[in-house]
């Protein structure tokens, strides 16, 4: 696929990959753009190829400054807006640039910080395995869960006691609210101005809607009006995010890895796995991405 730049010039449109990540089907996880030659695109021709694309996110390579080998600069954007950090498409693009120079390490400079991705398995099921910048958590004010709560349709009866709700980051701030049963997560239907503005003031990527079905399994939605998007089929930011959460709040081992099933809400099935290790700040998120034929 080529798409046009925003100033449309001959010559100078880039080519954008479509991958989905997260998913070993076509039809499941979410869809990508990586453009891995973006060298000379300026913010606006950016914006420009993402909203045209309509993806969730776009990832914008290019070389790093320094030329260190297996090493670039990313980018991402959704149709409206620059995002600092997006995971399935960190994830999408690895597996987009092993399958051009070959599996094995790479290292991303994003606008959240460094994130090295390391790309394994055979050329017809390969999975990339990013590593986040140091993750936080914080307290979400009651007034700003009664928002997003209204904002959802939700009541206060709707929410896991046992998870309460906080904003998590590993590149990108999430809202984190957990839901008493399957059911209430199944039935999303917001109020999309609404939890956008909301979130806008909050600096909110998106909000995670998460239900435990087991200690290591967990089914999660995410919201993302401000991205132009009523909902991303599997982010993996968000579950690096959550990791952090989970681990905060000692809801699991220091030693653990986790299952988020995330899609099939939307008929897009995908899986991310989280990975925590004992003494070692950061989360791994790992996920397959295959390439969308068109």
């Not at 010039?9 to 080519?15: F, I, K, L, N, Y």
């Not at 609210?177 to 399957?182: E, G, H, M, P, Y």
């Not at 200690?215 to 952090?244: L, N, Y």
């Amino acid at each position: 696929m080529t798409t046009k730049n925003a100033a449309d010039s001959p010559g100078t449109s880039p080519d954008v990959l479509r991958y989905t990540a997260f998913a070993t089907d076509p039809a499941g996880g979410n869809p990508a753009g990586v453009v891995l030659e973006a060298a000379g695109l300026d913010d606006a021709a950016m914006l420009a190829i993402a909203a045209e694309l309509g993806y969730s996110e776009t990832a914008f390579l290019t070389p790093d400054p320094a030329g260190v080998e297996r090493a670039y600069t990313v980018r991402y954007f959704s149709p409206k807006a620059e995002v600092p950090f997006c995971g399935h498409a960190t994830v999408a693009t690895a597996v987009a640039l092993a399958e051009r120079d070959g599996a094995g390490e790479f290292v991303f400079a994003t606008r959240a910080g460094t994130v090295p991705v390391a790309v394994s398995g055979d050329a017809d099921a390969p999975r990339a395995t990013l590593t986040s910048v140091a993750p936080r958590v914080e307290a979400a004010a009651g007034e700003d869960v009664t928002e997003a709560l209204a904002a959802l349709g939700w009541g206060a009866g709707d929410l896991d006691v046992a998870l309460p709700p906080r904003v998590a980051f590993a590149g990108a701030r999430h809202l984190v609210l957990a839901a008493a049963t399957r059911a209430r997560l199944a039935d999303l239907s917001y109020d999309f101005a609404r939890l956008e503005a909301l979130m806008r003031r909050l600096d909110l990527t998106t909000v995670q809607l998460v239900w435990r079905e087991s200690d290591s399994v967990f089914h999660v939605r995410d919201p993302f009006p401000v991205g132009g998007v009523v909902e991303d089929p599997a982010t993996g930011a968000a579950a690096a995010a959550f990791g952090a959460y989970a681990r905060e709040l000692g809801l699991v081992p220091a030693e653990a890895e986790l299952t988020l099933h995330q899609g099939a809400d939307m008929g897009r099935p995908g899986v991310l796995t989280v990975t925590l290790r004992d003494g070692e700040e950061r989360v791994r998120v790992t996920g397959s991405a295959v390439r969308i034929p068109f």
